[in-house]
């Protein structure tokens, strides 16, 4: 099956710093990744959708200048959260789909970031 | 702007119990629908979708959906929960066609007591 994978899986950064999140499909081919940001007790929340070799799509309310969005290739897309802050802890969690497949996300494991 | 409201937030239910959690959906349009499934510590995983054709869907572990277009429900069932069903179950939707955005309810956490 397509599998999605997220790195690094867990970080720990002081406030003030940048920290990047790589996204990568490793037996498919995905033109369109999105990036979630899940809450304690919550849903997903979609951020933006990345597309390969275009500006990504962000939601309304997600700061394009915070969390910087490269989709460089067909199988990697990275989330970079700029100048981190306490509130920016979460789960963030990435999907991708397969450009000759079905319309459907394959998830990847999530990476959780504590800003301290 | 496309919507999912999942009933129940919490459910308990003791082994062998039959299960059955609620999902409704907002779209102008026709719809691409989706359960995931989020055991503890791990990753989302597909249950099961519905795109086209036999609206009673299959899924994997036992589980089934149904979808009623004029109730705009999607429903998860399974006759006879196990323990390590125990996890936490979204219901999501996407527009059909190209690359739209999948929405998520708010999740529902299945707890099954042996």
């Known amino acids: 099956g397509a599998v999605v994978s997220q790195h690094p899986s867990r970080v720990i950064c002081k406030s003030g710093t940048s920290v990047k999140i790589e996204c990568r499909s490793l037996d498919f081919q995905a033109t369109t990744m999105f990036w979630y940001r899940q809450f304690p007790k919550q849903s997903l929340m979609l951020m933006a959708t990345s597309n390969e070799g275009s500006k990504a799509t962000y939601e309304q309310g997600v700061e394009k200048d915070k969390f910087l969005i490269n989709h460089a290739s067909l199988t990697l897309s990275t989330l970079t959260v700029t100048s981190a802050h306490p509130e920016d802890s979460s789960f963030y969690i990435c999907s991708a789909r397969d450009s000759q497949g079905a319309p459907e996300q394959f998830f990847g494991p999530g990476t959780r970031l504590t800003v301290l | 702007a496309q919507s999912v409201s999942q009933h129940n937030h919490h459910v308990i239910l003791s082994e062998a119990a039959s299960l059955e959690l609620g999902c409704n959906y907002s779209y102008g349009g026709t719809v691409n629908l989706f359960w995931y499934v989020q055991y503890p510590g791990q990753h989302l995983q597909l249950l099961l979708k519905?795109?086209?054709?036999?609206?009673l869907v299959k899924g994997i572990k036992g589980f089934e959906a149904e979808f009623i277009k004029s109730k705009f429900s999607f429903n998860l069932r399974k006759p006879s929960v196990q323990w390590s069903d125990t996890a936490e179950y979204f219901c999501a939707v996407t527009g059909s066609g190209g690359y739209q955005k999948v929405t998520f309810g708010t999740g529902t956490k299945l707890q099954v007591i042996p």
């Open positions: 519905y795109f086209s054709g036999d609206p």
